[in-house]
């Protein structure tokens, strides 16, 4: 059962680029969305939340699409600081508070 | 400052020997729970708590014990360690919001 897939990537993309990361969930009962950030070898960071009506964080933007139970997340001007793992986090609903992860995927910005 | 600390960061240790890896937050949140990360594998649940004195199991809590007696600590017992697993583990606690902030992570090495 694959609840939250992402691309495992590696997306390798030069400094300035637009990279987009896409991520599905097969819960349609599910509540919000989110995405972390995870360094290597660090905990995971919230980065965004994800609305409904999409979501803007500087060169950051999220979106979400209920209809075909899939998220987005769109950087642009991709700095070398933005290689990290990303995932896709998902709560199913049910009041329990358990989200549900995706594995992640993987950036590596290049000079 | 608002935290979730884990002791200790890097443990090896052998097969069958009894060890505890704590966690703490000064955020008091209600809802705790553990996690393990294991390359491709991605984040799995180990163990949740939604308030003092009331834990259930997550995906994988074969070979784990938690206690929450208190609102601000959630330890991890294993009581007899074995080498699957070895694992990065990493506490968490989670906002009103559904928000995940997570402690620091603890390297275990199980031999």
């Known amino acids: 059962r694959k609840e939250v897939e992402q691309d495992p990537g590696p997306f390798n993309v030069p400094e300035g680029a637009t990279v987009a990361f896409n991520c599905t969930y097969s819960?349609?009962?599910?509540?919000?969305f989110f995405w972390y950030r995870q360094d290597c070898r660090k905990e995971p960071k919230l980065l965004m939340s994800?609305?409904?009506s999409g979501n803007e964080d500087g060169r950051f933007t999220a979106q979400l699409n209920r209809a075909s139970q899939y998220i987005s997340l769109l950087i642009r001007d991709s700095k070398l600081s933005d290689s990290a793992t990303y995932l896709c986090v998902v709560d199913p609903g049910g009041s329990q508070g358990n989200l549900i992860f995706g594995k992640g995927t993987k950036l590596s910005v290049k000079p | 400052e608002a935290q979730v600390t884990q002791n200790p960061r890097y443990l090896i240790t052998v097969t069958g020997k009894k060890l505890t890896v704590t966690c703490s937050q000064n955020?008091?949140?209600?809802?705790m729970s553990w996690y393990r990360q294991d390359p491709g594998l991605g984040l799995r649940q180990i163990y949740y708590s939604m308030n003092v004195e009331v834990t259930d199991k997550g995906d994988v809590p074969e070979g784990y014990k938690v206690s929450r007696k208190e609102k601000r600590n959630f330890p991890l017992i294993l009581e007899s360690p074995s080498p699957n697993q070895t694992s990065l583990y990493f506490c968490?606690?989670?906002?009103?919001?559904?928000?995940?902030?997570f402690g620091p992570g603890t390297r275990l090495t199980v031999t």
């Open positions: 994800v609305y409904s």
């Open positions: 968490a606690t989670l906002t009103p919001h559904y928000e995940q902030y």
């Open positions: 819960n349609s009962a599910s509540q919000s």
């Open positions: 955020m008091n949140h209600e809802y």
